[in-house]
Nanobody, 126 residues
Framework: QLQLVESGGGLVQPGESLRLSCAASGFTWGNYAIGWFRQAPGKQREGVSCISPDHDYTFYADSVKGRFTISRDDAVHTVYLQMNNLKPEDTAVYHC???????????????????WGQGTQVTVSS
C-alpha cells in the first residue's frame, strides 16, 4: 500500500527556515515523481514544487523561487523541501503527492497526482 507521510512543519517567525520531509513506502520509488502542494484557509491549493524520479527536472512556483529547494534521497525514499526566508504568506498546510512517471518530468498540477499524504502545518508569524 502506497503511503506518504509528511513531517517538519511548525510555527516560525518571518525570515526563518523549515525543512519538510515526505517519507514514502509501498511503491517502486524510482518510478514516481513527487510534488509539494499547499493550501491556506480560504484559498485554492497551490503547486509549490516537484521533482522527477531521476532528480533531473524540478519545478518551483514563482512565489517560492530562490527560497525553497526540493531534493530527494533515494536511499531512504524521502523527498525534502527546504524552505528559507519564510514569509507569512507561506502559511498553509503542506502536502506531498506522488505520481507514476517514466520520464524526466514532474507534473505541476495537483490533478495529475494520485497519492497524497495527510499534510503538515506551516505557520509563519511574528
Amino acid at each position: 500500500q502506497l503511503q506518504l507521510v509528511e513531517s517538519g512543519g511548525g510555527l516560525v517567525q518571518p525570515g526563518e527556515s523549515l525543512r519538510l520531509s515526505c517519507a514514502a513506502s509501498g511503491f517502486t520509488w524510482g518510478n514516481y515523481a513527487i510534488g509539494w502542494f499547499r493550501q491556506a484557509p480560504g484559498k485554492q491549493r497551490e503547486g509549490v514544487s516537484c521533482i522527477s524520479p531521476d532528480h533531473d527536472y524540478t519545478f518551483y512556483a514563482d512565489s517560492v523561487k530562490g527560497r525553497f529547494t526540493i531534493s530527494r534521497d533515494d536511499a531512504v525514499h524521502t523527498v525534502y523541501l527546504q524552505m528559507n526566508n519564510l514569509k507569512p504568506e507561506d502559511t498553509a498546510v503542506y502536502h506531498c503527492a506522488a505520481t507514476w512517471m517514466m520520464t524526466s518530468y514532474c507534473p505541476h498540477s495537483a490533478g495529475q497526482y494520485g497519492y497524497w499524504g495527510q499534510g503538515t502545518q506551516v505557520t509563519v508569524s511574528s
